[in-house]
């Protein structure tokens, strides 16, 4: 397949649209859109036919979590009360990679309004796991992480709040990133939480994540790395602790590999990190939540913010709404304080990074593998009943409230076939650093 024959693109498009047909009994997407597919693809063969230069990610289908805007396309959030909603504008994010010869195929299923870690929709289905369809593939993201594991497209955008990008990464087995707060556009986007939330990547490997990054910010920068060089942070305080047993073996196993290549792995206790997420970080959430979401219900709905709840299909999402409207009033002080110990959180991975110079830390995704689909709010994780929200979060969430950049890389599974990540972080701004860090982490672990 060559970039001048005049059916290349279009193949290629039409055997990813028909990859994301068959995705139906997973629910990983909302909807697929064949003739403005096939439509670009045709204008990017004829484009090519006429010498015109191809950009950067020219054919590469792809797709969208349905609460970024595509326009001409439906733009639900996954809520039935914007279950026929067409977008007439499109996000920066997909603007730039279409400028770059990318194609939307779709509109990924996910966690109802992107307010949950599971997937579990009520409306539109559960996204089911590609290695097991009787367990969650992940949230807030998962019908963009199952559309790239099965194959169908070789990458999609999504958001992240608190992790909704990276948890489903992990559980479906492919690369996620987050990028530094800020570094992405956010316009175009169904928003929670304005200080934490960002569009990020899913992809079938790092290269592929660090060709989109590219597109999206104009930043093709790659420093030269070598393993025997590479300093890396193992943050086992608190971040190993109370995890699946088999999930650590593995995270371990990769840990192991990586120090026969000759990178060094210094033990770090990031408890500080831990410990100040867990004070300000769901606070900032809720409150943004309801700010948000009070200013949509009246200014494009015509309705109060409970009335709005109302109308809210998952049981779990209607609950976190209602809990975040209940506090809103009362948490302004509380909220202004979490906001402001922002930076604290920023200045201690910075501190962890510069105290030993480390090039990345690196930590377990998830503190567990996927667990099977249901309505309990809770999981069963080490003999105890868990929540499952704060569970799923816990390592992720620190990255979103420092706004740091975050990758879950997948290194391998457990004896039952269920996909590990380990999540690599670094600096603000350090993106490509990080990249170009999961990427020869990626090229060990993959060696003979």
């Not at 995705?23 to 859109?33: C, Q, R």
């Not at 290695?131 to 194959?151: E, K, L, Q």
Request: aromatic share 6%.
């Amino acid at each position: 397949m060559t970039g001048h024959d005049p059916d290349s693109i279009r193949t290629r498009v039409a055997k990813s649209l028909a990859a994301a047909h068959a995705l139906e009994p997973f629910n990983a997407m909302i909807s697929i859109d064949d003739a403005a597919a096939l439509a670009a693809a045709g204008q990017l063969d004829r484009a090519a036919a006429a010498g015109n230069a191809p950009g950067a990610l020219h054919g590469v289908p792809f797709t969208v979590k349905d609460n970024i805007a595509v326009a001409g396309m439906r733009f639900t959030g996954g809520c039935p009360v914007f279950s026929e909603q067409i977008a007439q504008t499109s996000a920066s994010v997909v603007d730039r990679l279409r400028a770059a010869g990318a194609v939307v195929i779709g509109k990924s299923n996910l966690h109802e309004l992107a307010f949950g870690v599971t997937s579990n929709n009520a409306t539109f289905g559960a996204v089911r796991n590609p290695f097991d369809p009787t367990r969650i593939a992940g949230g807030s993201s998962g019908g963009a992480a199952v559309s790239v594991a099965s194959g169908a497209v070789p990458f999609a955008i999504a958001t992240d709040t608190g992790g909704s990008v990276r948890i489903p990464a992990a559980l479906c087995g492919v690369v996620g990133l987050r990028p530094s707060s800020g570094r992405y556009p956010g316009d175009g986007v169904m928003t929670l939480s304005h200080t934490r939330d960002t569009i990020g990547v899913l992809a079938c490997d790092v290269g592929q994540a660090a060709r989109v990054d590219a597109a999206v910010c104009g930043d093709a920068a790659w420093p030269a790395l070598h393993a025997s060089g590479l300093r890396l942070g193992v943050l086992r305080r608190p971040f190993f602790d109370d995890c699946e047993p088999a999930l650590i073996e593995v995270v371990e196993a990769a840990l192991n590999k990586l120090s026969r290549a000759n990178v060094e792995l210094i033990e770090v206790d990031a408890s500080a990190i831990g410990a100040l997420d867990a004070e300000i970080g769901f606070i900032i959430a809720a409150y943004e939540t309801a700010q948000e979401w009070t200013r949509v219900a009246h200014d494009e709905l015509g309705i109060g913010l409970p009335d709005f709840i109302a109308r809210i299909a998952s049981p779990d999402v209607r609950e976190l709404f209602t809990i975040s409207a209940a506090q809103f009033p009362a948490m302004k002080s509380q909220y202004q304080d979490a906001v402001s110990r922002m930076p604290q959180l920023r200045s201690l991975y910075e501190r962890l990074l510069s105290q030993q110079h480390l090039d990345a830390l690196v930590y377990p995704t998830t503190p567990l593998c996927a667990f099977p689909i249901g309505d309990s709010p809770m999981v069963l994780l080490n003999g105890r009943e868990q929540p499952i929200f704060p569970t799923l979060v816990r390592h992720t969430s620190p990255a979103s409230v420092a706004g740091v950049p975050s990758v879950s890389l997948p290194v391998g599974r457990t004896a039952p076939g269920l996909p590990v990540g380990l999540q690599v972080e670094a600096g603000f701004g350090q993106d490509r650093k990080l990249l170009a860090v999961c990427a020869m982490i990626e090229r060990l672990l993959c060696a003979p």
